[in-house]
């Protein structure tokens, strides 16, 4: 038992150095949900179904009370790891609005993956999947305020609606390429944008009607369609 106790330590302690070792710049296609943490969050869940037995394995040789060994401090450590990760990949997008798009994806899916385990979530604390659909929410205004602050400048600035118009096409286009990480992200992105955009470019059009092309309309249609390339939770 002694020999499983430590083999366990030690395919813990190498997944923590695998972790640590992902290049940073290895980030994800449009702001995707990466493949580490997908891999990272499956093998908590997993191991948080066997706590029981892993708990004992993991202290075997140790006093009982020595908290470092405990799962509970391993998970912890774990994703603590892993989100450190995920804040030096999003430093690696070029774009301040992909960057923060990928933050919201991957911390809303490692805050899915913990509160559908019953298990993990008994592990991680009730509220720790709630904190960080809340850093998730917070990502989400940041990337909306970048993704759209052209538009939103333009517009402050009285800018001819020519100008307005051309900021608005190329917002829409640097996102069409960009993905959420599920249906509800999808919909909570597009809900921000259009809360942001909408009634400035309403009032924008309201000034300068007669030479707009562009409907508060069809900007809402277009902020709709974005996200349909969604990247469902495995």
């Known amino acids: 038992v002694a020999k499983v106790g430590e083999a366990a330590r030690g395919t813990l302690g190498s997944l923590e150095a695998a972790i640590q070792k992902e290049p940073s710049k290895a980030t994800a296609a449009g702001g995707a949900v990466h493949p580490l943490t997908r891999y990272v969050m499956n ?66 899916y490692v805050a899915n993956k913990v509160a559908g385990s019953g298990k993990l979530r008994g592990i991680l604390g009730d509220g720790w999947a709630e904190a960080q659909s809340a850093k998730a929410r917070a990502h989400v205004g940041v990337y909306v305020r970048a993704a759209w602050g052209k538009v939103m400048a333009a517009i402050s600035g009285a800018e001819p609606p020519e100008a307005v ?62 996200f349909a390339g969604l990247v469902g939770q495995v």
């Open 165 to 226: 118009e051309q900021a608005v096409m190329e917002a829409v286009a640097m996102q069409e390429q960009w993905v959420a990480a599920d249906e509800e992200t999808a919909e909570a992105l597009k809900a921000a944008a259009t809360a942001v955009v909408v009634p400035k470019y309403r009032m924008f059009y309201r000034r300068h009607g007669a030479a707009v092309s562009l409907t508060p309309g069809d900007v809402t249609t277009m902020v709709a369609a974005l």
């Open 43 to 108: 093998y908590l869940v997993f191991l948080a179904d066997y706590q029981e037995g892993l708990t004992q394995l993991l202290v075997d040789g140790y006093e009982q009370q020595q908290e470092a060994s405990s799962l509970m401090v391993v998970v912890h450590r774990l994703v603590s790891v892993l989100l450190g990760k995920l804040e030096a990949k999003a430093g690696c997008y070029r774009d301040v609005a992909l960057s923060y798009l990928f933050l919201a994806n991957n911390t809303q």
